[in-house]
């Protein structure tokens, strides 16, 4: 579980880059499905199933560490892992695209 959930956590800060280089501030309720969902984000992931799978993502997550430990399967965290690394690579190139001075170089 920890594989998921360090990736999970890894994906939502790539998230949370997007929508604060876009200007969207999410409320601090449900901020986790409020960065997903947001509309800028959307556009990055580029596709409605990746978006989808995420969300899919934080409501296993937030089950496994809120009601039942143990729910997360070694194929479950691989697909994070997965998604994860493509995220970064889709928001790296989408930041040098469109907010490169936020990448610092």
Same mark, same amino acid.
């Given at each position: 579980? @920890?594989? /998921?959930?360090?990736?999970?956590?890894?994906?939502?800060?790539?998230?949370?880059?997007?929508? %604060?280089? +876009?200007?969207? *501030?999410?409320?601090?309720?449900?901020?986790?499905?409020?960065?997903?969902?947001?509309?800028?984000?959307?556009?990055?992931?580029?596709?409605?199933?990746?978006? @989808?799978? /995420?969300?899919?993502?934080?409501?296993?997550?937030?089950?496994?560490?809120?009601?039942?430990? %143990?729910? +997360?399967?070694? *194929?479950?965290?691989?697909?994070?892992?997965?998604?994860?690394?493509?995220?970064?690579?889709?928001?790296?190139?989408?930041?040098?695209?469109?907010?490169?001075?936020?990448?610092?170089?």
């Amino acid at each position: 579980e @920890w594989r /998921f959930d360090s990736a999970y956590n890894g994906a939502r800060e790539l998230a949370t880059v997007v929508r %604060g280089a +876009i200007g969207y *501030q999410a409320e601090r309720q449900n901020e986790h499905q409020r960065t997903i969902e947001c509309r800028g984000f959307t556009v990055v992931a580029g596709k409605e199933e990746e978006v @989808w799978f /995420f969300n899919a993502c934080r409501m296993k997550r937030n089950t496994s560490v809120y009601e039942q430990v %143990g729910g +997360i399967s070694s *194929q479950e965290a691989e697909d994070m892992v997965a998604f994860a690394e493509g995220l970064q690579v889709t928001v790296r190139a989408w930041l040098e695209k469109h907010h490169r001075k936020l990448l610092g170089g």
